[in-house]
Nanobody
Framework: QVQPVESGGGSVQPGGSLRLSCAAT????????IGWFRQAPGKEREGVAA????????HYADSVKGRFTISQDNAKNTVYLQMNSLKPEDTAMYYC??????????????????????WGQGTQVTVFS
C-alpha cells in the first residue's frame, strides 16, 4: 500500500519560511506526478504545486508562484515544498498526493485533486500575525 507521509508543517509569522517534505513507502517516484494541495477550513482543496518526477516539469498555482518551490530527491524518495514569504492566506492543511499514471499532464491536470490516487494525512501550516 502506497502511503505518502508529510512533515514539516508549523506556525510562522508573515514573511517567514517553512519546508514541507513528502516521503512514501512502497512507491517509486521516478515516472509519476507528485502534487501538493492545501485546504483551509470552509474552502475547497486547491492545488499548490506539482512535479513530474523526471525532474524537468514543475507546475504552480498563480497564488504561490515566485514564493513556493517544489523539488525532489529521488534517492530519498522525497519531494519538498519550500515556502517563502508566507502570508496569512497560506494557512491551511497541506497534503501530498501521488499518481499511479506517468507524468503530470498540463498544469490544469497537475493541480486537480482528481488526478491523484494516493494521499497523505496532511500537515498543518499556520501563518499568524
Amino acid at each position: 500500500q502506497v502511503q505518502p507521509v508529510e512533515s514539516g508543517g508549523g506556525s510562522v509569522q508573515p514573511g517567514g519560511s517553512l519546508r514541507l517534505s513528502c516521503a512514501a513507502t512502497n512507491y517509486t517516484y521516478d515516472r509519476n506526478c507528485i502534487g501538493w494541495f492545501r485546504q483551509a477550513p470552509g474552502k475547497e482543496r486547491e492545488g499548490v504545486a506539482a512535479t513530474a518526477l523526471e525532474g524537468y516539469t514543475k507546475h504552480y498555482a498563480d497564488s504561490v508562484k515566485g514564493r513556493f518551490t517544489i523539488s525532489q530527491d529521488n534517492a530519498k524518495n522525497t519531494v519538498y515544498l519550500q515556502m517563502n514569504s508566507l502570508k496569512p492566506e497560506d494557512t491551511a492543511m497541506y497534503y501530498c498526493a501521488a499518481t499511479r499514471t506517468t507524468g503530470c499532464g498540463g498544469t490544469s491536470a497537475a493541480l486537480n485533486a482528481r488526478s491523484y490516487n494516493y494521499w497523505g494525512q496532511g500537515t498543518q501550516v499556520t501563518v499568524f500575525s
